[in-house]
């Protein structure tokens, strides 16, 4: 059974830094991975996805890489600024199937 | 991206009685559907898969009579909470995946926050 895990928790910065958090996985058999955003009471703002054929990912701001043969991903957020606090989940789906398994998510606040 | 959308955003009911939840694709059609429980501060745990003209297929755990879902076109799915009880309070989040993106991305609708009293 597929499990994936979210570090940290949570994570308070100041703004301006850059950050990173982190996936890991249990099963390398990954079709792709899917990095998220959720706000308070809403549904999930889909940010990046990486193919299991590929390494990295980038749009604007962020950077999301993917070593599946270690089981791990990263979501780096250059510059990080108030309005990037919300929730960031990560997803991996399953080689054999169509379901998602969600990480636990990482609460975000960037501090003013 | 693809838009998903979800009705209604906001219930309440009284313990007792059904509350139907529906999940629409706006901009493509979607053969399937996803249904996603999320309790306070946790994750998205996944109820079922919803087939366009066929059962849905519930995960492990979920009562398949409490949990009605019903996806009876190509844009529409439903998920009916029946005889709701506090316990089903929750955030339920539906997703689509558009077959014009190579059946790999999700797209997911902005969540239905169920109250039970």
């Known amino acids: 059974k597929q499990e994936v895990t979210q570090i940290p928790a949570a994570l308070s910065v100041p703004e301006g830094e850059n950050l990173v958090l982190n996936c890991s996985f249990t099963?390398?058999?990954?079709?792709?991975l899917q990095w998220f955003r959720q706000d308070p009471g809403k549904g999930l703002t889909s940010l990046l996805l990486?193919?299991?054929?590929?390494r990295e990912q980038t749009s604007g701001r962020l950077n999301a890489s993917l070593d599946k043969s270690s089981g791990r991903s990263t979501l780096y957020i250059a510059a990080s600024q108030p309005g990037d606090s919300a929730t960031y989940l990560c997803?991996?789906?399953?080689?054999?199937?169509?379901?998602?398994?969600f990480g636990g998510g990482t609460r975000l606040m960037v501090k003013p | 991206g693809a838009v998903v959308s979800q009705h209604p955003s906001r219930v309440i009911c009284k313990s007792g009685t059904s509350v139907k939840i529906e999940c629409r694709s706006l901009?493509?059609?979607?053969?399937?559907m996803f249904w996603y429980r999320q309790f306070p501060k946790k994750s998205l745990m996944l109820m079922a898969t919803?087939?366009?003209?066929?059962?849905?297929?519930?995960e492990q755990g979920v009562e398949k009579d409490k949990f009605l879902i019903n996806h009876a076109s190509l844009t529409l799915s439903t998920l009916t909470v029946t005889s709701a009880h506090p316990e089903d309070s929750s955030f339920y989040i539906c997703?689509?995946?558009?077959?014009?993106?190579?059946?790999?991305?999700?797209?997911f609708g902005p969540g239905t926050r169920l109250t039970v009293l």
């Open positions: 997703s689509a995946r558009d077959p014009r993106q190579g059946q790999n991305e999700q797209f």
């Open positions: 099963d390398s058999a990954i079709y792709n």
């Open positions: 990486i193919q299991s054929s590929q």
């Open positions: 997803a991996v789906r399953h080689n054999a199937g169509n379901m998602l398994t």
């Open positions: 901009d493509f059609q979607a053969t399937t």
């Open positions: 919803s087939n366009e003209g066929s059962k849905a297929t519930y």
